[in-house]
């Protein structure tokens, strides 16, 4: 599918994870750029996303329950997943990581998505094994289906709740500095809340031809 078909700025998006971490702050700068957004969520949770945001409801982790309400969008965006990621949760990214993946990118095939914007994780890494290897197999997942894609890939999103890392910074400055770990430091580095939502804003308004992976360099210099 071409994606020239989608010039201009408005976008007609939906969005699984909307009332999350990541996607409570996409909806709202999306909305605000005059993109049509509609957004899962749980019976229940409608009142949790903002004013111009149409709610439908499903599970996402049941495809079919949701599949026959993508269409009309031209863009999928699919933020799901375990809250605050650790080793300890390997089970429960099979669970919900990796079944919410492939139902979204199933759900988007069969809707026709023009472009499917998904939020992986930076790899390879020497952590978190489990996670990395089910944001890969829905990688693969998206190149097998044939959409159209943008996979962003950062490492850890530094925010309300999430800023113990920042302890790490002169560590990272310091690995950028010096050859043998600059590549590594680099790939890994972290990002903010902000840089996340701009370069996936960033992503919706400039949809890929193919598969377009987003490193932690580019989330960092994106602009919307």
């Known amino acids: 599918m071409d994606s020239d078909s989608m010039s201009g700025r408005g976008r007609r998006v939906f969005i699984t994870g909307g009332t999350g971490y990541i996607g409570s702050r996409l909806i709202p700068r999306l909305l605000e750029r005059g993109h049509e957004v509609r957004a899962l969520v749980r019976p229940g949770s409608e009142k949790k996303l903002p004013v111009g945001c149409v709610p439908l409801t499903g599970n996402a ?3 079919p329950s949701y599949a026959g309400k993508v269409a ?3 863009t999928f965006v699919q933020l799901v997943g375990v809250p605050h990621p650790s080793p300890a949760k390997a089970a429960e ?3 919900v990581d990796l079944v919410s993946g492939l139902g979204a ?3 988007a095939q069969a809707a026709g998505v023009r472009h499917f914007v998904y939020l992986s994780v930076a790899h390879p890494a020497p952590a978190m094994k489990a996670y990395i290897a089910v944001r890969s197999e829905c990688e693969a997942a998206i190149e097998a289906a044939g959409l159209n894609a943008t996979i962003l890939r950062p490492w850890y999103v ?3 709740g999430h800023w113990w890392p920042y302890l790490l910074l002169p560590m990272y400055k310091l690995a950028e500095l010096l050859p043998q770990t600059r590549e590594g430091a680099l790939r890994l580095g972290l990002v903010t809340l902000e840089q996340m939502v701009t ?3 960033a992503a919706v308004e400039n949809p890929a031809y193919g598969i377009k992976v987003v490193t932690v360099p ?3 210099s994106a602009k919307a």
């Open 105 to 107: 990118v199933a759900a």
């Open 158 to 160: 530094l925010g309300p």
């Open 218 to 220: 580019q989330i960092l």
């Open 199 to 201: 370069a996936l804003l």
């Open 61 to 63: 982790l049941d495809g």
């Open 93 to 95: 990214f099979r669970r």
């Open 72 to 74: 009309p969008a031209d």
